[in-house]
Nanobody, 121 residues
Framework: QVKMPESGGGFLQAGGSLRLSCTTS????????MAWFRHAPGKEREFVAA?????YYADSVKGRFSISRDNPKNTVYLQMNRLKPDDTAVYYC?????????????????WGQGTQVTVSS
């Protein structure tokens, strides 16, 4: 069974930084696409970033967020800089059963429980 709890969320002021972590068990992440999504109140779940053969980013976070992975630790990270109130959401780590990147949430078969990020103005 694949488990992938996230950590690193918190409350901070605009302009600050956070690093989210997602340590996966039951799947060797270097062989699979890994992604971060977020879900804000009143909005649909949206793609944030993914790492497969290369990295992919939503336009709204490009240049501010960075996704990376540590294969020996089987962990994927999301470094978030210059945070804005619009970044407030629950952030989810996800993996799909292939190294090939996909944008849609339905393409991912395992999800973490989410970690809350709240950015105040």
């Amino acid at each position: 069974q694949v488990k992938m709890p996230e950590s690193g969320g918190g409350f901070l002021q605009a302009g600050g930084s956070l690093r989210l972590s997602c340590t996966t068990s039951g799947r060797t992440i270097r062989n699979y696409a890994m992604a971060w999504f977020r879900h804000a109140p009143g909005k649909e779940r949206e793609f944030v970033a993914a790492i497969a053969w290369r990295t992919y980013y939503a336009d709204s976070v490009k240049g501010r967020f960075s996704i990376s992975r540590d294969n020996p630790k089987n962990t994927v990270y999301l470094q978030m800089n210059r945070l804005k109130p619009d970044d407030t959401a629950v952030y989810y780590c996800a993996t799909r059963g292939s190294i090939d990147y996909r944008l849609g949430a339905s393409e991912y078969d395992y999800w973490g429980q989410g970690t809350q990020v709240t950015v105040s103005s």
